[in-house]
């Protein structure tokens, strides 16, 4: 039978001990808090270079809204996301795990990071819906998924329905090549 124990705000190592705030402050958590708040502050910042200015017909935009407006929310969100939970880590108001990551986890995540990375540097080049369907692919495969038909399914539906969500209901532009933007624009109703 188990015994719910009081919450206590003193996080403990895996020997037990309480961690100290020289521990909290090294600990892998604050780390990570402390670059995502720096990382999303950052962008927030520099967003004008980050985001490319919208495409014009005749002196206009053909967007609705500004494109820098929908990263300016989730950064901005993310930033004050980040500073609470530092800020509850640097408390001691969070649980320890007290379990450090495998290799093979540590793996994985190297390689979702590079997932992210590649599709980064191939969307300028190659487009919003072939990179994000690249992108989604390789995801899927990491975390385990091993049916061809099911990838398929999710690597082409969801970018597909982003990308016309994105251009037709937001009016955001996205980068996209040319064959893909002239076969989006031969479908009546879209």
């Known amino acids: 039978m188990m015994h719910d124990s ?3 705000n003193e996080q403990s190592s ?3 001990a309480p961690l100290t705030h020289r521990d909290r402050l090294r600990s892998p958590e604050t780390l990570t808090l402390a670059a ?7 962008s927030l910042l520099f967003l ?8 014009a017909l005749f002196g206009r935009s053909l967007s609705a809204i500004p494109p820098s407006l929908f990263p300016m929310l989730v950064l901005s969100a993310l930033v004050v996301l980040s500073a609470i939970a530092l ?3 640097l ?3 969070v649980p320890d795990e007290g379990i450090p990551m495998s290799a093979q986890q540590w793996a994985r995540a190297a390689a979702l990071f590079g997932i992210m990375l590649l599709y980064a540097l191939i969307m300028t080049s190659v487009g919003f819906l072939i990179s994000t369907i690249i992108a989604v692919s390789l995801i899927s495969l990491l975390m385990g998924a091993r049916s061809v038909l099911q990838i398929a ?3 082409i539906t969801g970018p597909v ?3 016309l969500a994105s251009t037709r209901l937001l009016a955001v532009s996205l980068p996209e090549l040319d064959v893909i933007e002239s076969i989006y624009a031969a479908i009546p109703g879209l």
């Open 36 to 42: 995502l708040l720096i990382a999303s502050a950052l």
């Open 48 to 55: 004008g270079a980050l985001v490319a200015e919208p495409k």
């Open 87 to 89: 800020i509850l880590q």
């Open 91 to 93: 408390r001691g108001m």
């Open 14 to 16: 895996v020997h037990g």
């Open 6 to 8: 009081p919450v206590s």
């Open 153 to 155: 399914a999710v690597a």
């Open 161 to 163: 329905l982003l990308y």
